[in-house]
């Protein structure tokens, strides 16, 4: 069974099941009461709503009445109620007992004491009434409209006592404004709290152990007026035994009570579903501090009690004018210490989705989500990783490159100012200030991209692929008000002329939903007659782009209807109140398949079929659903597709191989129209492809990381591009950071290949070394960044004794040759090429002349042992002292003799 759409059932509670007797039902008759005898449980192990039908016979049709169980667990006494067959103003009030012992309902003699009080007199039937078990094992009725009329009520209390069956009237000096569908709640202490409808400000306090009533006036803690007074609302004394929650219920409107709300002004009638708290001990009206979930909907009248001592499981009720057919559990919080008041307590109520998911508890009305412990934890392990990473790079640092913060700061001058020899100041100013202005705008658009891939938005890309044939949906049609008759007449496609399909079966297409599982809820349906059936097609049975083939199963299908017209005049009454819900789905993600266990659906989540459920309670599901009139033609154009949503995750941001999932998705398109009234098919719906075409729609992040590294790349070699073409440039270091690693073995590697390719040529080295020391003095040295080099007297001594023996026009020709060579050099090096492999070479020579004699006159200020790890990194090593280049240093066939094809000095 399901939660019915129900009102004014008596209710009790028995092993943590929730009965409800009777009542009235939107889906059988909303004016005369049932005989429904339903149990409702809370599985704790999986959450579900099972719902029992106890075993019973001849239970009574009442609406309004009252049930009680009695402390032995078996018996039930229901008190009272109304049925319009046993209704007058004579009627003795009515009692009935079931026992679970021997599954029968039997109706009980009433009797009186014969005592000064009543003088043997039995209460009147009455309906909308109290019956409240007292600690003492009797049940104390009190309240309730006097038969036949809707300005009177009942004011006394009346006793029952279950052992001997006898009433007892307690007159109550106390004149209410009514007693119409009062709360009542028994303490512990045997005082019985009845809550008025007309002045929230009062309760009357009936003591059982005394036999009298009185007025207890109540103070107000809620930080404003008094709760609304209501009548229909449901209460609760919570696991404290000392806290009354109440919820729920209606406004009373004028001076009578009027049974049926179509009777009172839609303005005037007004539903609650506010949570107030009354705390005994203080008598003080209090209010929650905090209600976490989805809210229930504003109801009164409903079937209600606490189930494990803190779910409030609410059944039923009725909304204004709408029925309710929901079941909802608001979790109550675990009794306060004896020594703690609930004027200082934080009281935390939670509407629940699902009993046994902690994650639905909490999020539906907070406005902000903070993360997660797990993302937490990664954070602030990062961070320490990060921190322990950067102490360890420093200490490291300051151990073994002293020079490392110099070579940082050289390098970042170097970035913004790198003035040329032989440039003007303006120019190299004007070249720096441009670096900082469009180095400023390329940070700015770097920060620019990196918020707009954060905050990118996603668009939706739609691939289209013609197909011949296509699928067909899942339709769910609801009969409302076809009089208990399914309006299923016909299913035709537009080859019903063939033979084929003439002998189709179509019955194997068509499921009943039964309501045991589920109901959908209609707001437009005024008589609750309501009767599902879901339409499926195999998926082998598709629609054709074109008819033209014996086995096509046509381009459309036609449902053909009927109204459950038998001809009458009353059934002719129901014939424009009739109407068929639709609804439709994708056969692939069909919730109503996994409701009834038709299928699996693996694409739908437990979560996704929970919020299914609440919406088709509340008539909120509006996507592809539609209701056909009575006597129209419809039509529904749909689309299958595939859209593959981008999965919440960070990946997802780099643009590359995002992860996505597939959601198959239906979209409908719906017109109706009224057709000819002289059709003996009441309606009429058609259902085609909107185009034959297999539909993917992919989502993809407006902005990426990938997408942002183009743009970013672009507006950097524009920046260059400018800068290049106003002050020129020159090529770039042949080395990169690889072969820039700041360590020793790297290094040396590099060096070891350089001599062994360079090394045979010796020195000078071009660009390092002027081409004669003579040629430049020390300042011009400094300037174009070279090493002064000083050669041996030996060496200088045979050298200067062969040229002095050469011809006066070979010296004019060799000194014009060392200026054009030297002025190459220079002009190279400054404007064209970058000098780091001379460099380099240099460096090689250094560190193979002091591993070979370290009491050598070639002495580096700079080396690569003692450089720094930043040093190595960005700056390019100067050699400024004076260094001594021996010619017998060299092998004899590489002298500087023999280089310039000198005859050899025999000696002196």
Known sequence: ????????????????????????????????????????????????????????????????????????NDRVLLFGGKNEDLWDENTTLLVHEYRFSTSMWQQLNVSAANNATNNGTVPRNTHRHTATLAPNGKVYIYGGLVPGTITRW?????????????????????????????????????????????????????????????????????MGKFPDPRIGANAILAPDNSTIYYFGGRKRWGDTYNEDPLDIPQTKLVAFNKIDILDTKTWAWLSPKEVRGEPAKARYDASAALLYGKYWTFVGGISEFLWTNDLNVLEIPEANSPTSTLANASITLTWLHNI?????????????????????AGIVVGSLAGAMLVIITLVWMMRHANLGPLAIWEALISLIWDRRAGEPLWTAILHSVSKLILTGLFIAYCVYSIIQIVQSSETTVTMSTPVNQVRLPDIRFCFDNFRHSEGITNIQSDIVSRPDADVMDWGGFWTNLSDHFHMPYYSSSSSGDLRCW???????????????????????????????????????????QSRVHISVYHPDRNPIKVVYNISNQPNLSDD???????????????????????????????????????????????????????????????????????????NVLDVYPASFAEIVEEDQRVDTLMSASGLIGGMLSLFTFILTTLYGARPTSMYGWIMKLPFNKPTRSIERNLLRSFGSLGQPIPFVHPVDPHVLNPRQLQEHKLVETAYSNTATDDLHAKIRNMEET???????????????????KSYYIDDEVFNRLHDAHCAEQDHQNSSGTLTPTTTADNDGIFTRLFRRRRYRATQNVSDEEQPAHNSAALLLDLPEKNGS
């Open 1 to 72: 069974m399901r939660p019915f759409s129900q009102i004014g059932a008596a209710t009790f509670v028995r092993d943590n099941v929730l009965y409800t007797i009777g009542g009235l039902s939107q889906y059988y008759n909303t004016t005369k009461p049932n005989n429904h005898f339903v149990g409702f449980h809370l599985n704790q192990l999986n959450g579900d709503i099972e719902t029992d039908v106890p075993t019973s016979r001849d239970c009574p049709e009442l609406a309004y009445g009252q049930a009680v169980l009695l402390p032995d």
């Open 810 to 828: 070979h010296q004019r020709e060799m000194a014009a040759l060392l200026k054009r060579l030297q002025l190459m050099e220079l002009v190279f």
């Open 534 to 576: 879901m339409f499926t097609a195999p998926p082998d049975f598709k629609l054709d782009y074109e008819a033209n083939s014996p086995k096509s199963n046509g381009t459309r299908l036609r449902f053909l209807l009927a109204s459950g017209d038998d001809g009458t005049s009353q059934s002719n009454a129901y014939l424009n």
């Open 608 to 682: 996704y079929i929970q919020q299914w459920l609440r919406r088709e309670a509340s008539d909120q599901q509006t996507e592809n659903s539609y209701t056909m009139e009575f006597n129209t033609y419809s039509s529904i154009g749909y689309q299958l597709k595939n859209h593959r949503y981008l999965v919440d995750t960070p990946w997802n941001a780099v643009g590359f191989a995002q992860i996505r999932n597939n959601t198959p998705e239906v979209e409908t398109s719906f017109r109706t129209s009224i057709q000819d009234g002289s059709m003996m098919i009441r």
């Open 154 to 222: 009942f004011i006394h209390v009346w006793e029952y006592d279950p052992d001997t069956g006898r009433f007892t009237e307690f007159p109550i000096d106390y004149d209410p404004v009514g007693t119409v569908s009062l709360t009542s709640i028994a303490l512990q202490d045997g005082k019985i709290v009845y809550v008025m409808y007309h002045e929230w400000a009062e309760a009357l306090i009936f003591d059982t152990n005394r036999g009298v009533g009185y007025k207890q006036e109540l103070s107000n803690q809620t």
């Open 356 to 376: 046994t998911d902690p994650n639905l508890d909490e999020n539906e009305n907070h406005e902000s989500r903070g993360l997660g412990g797990g993302a937490i």
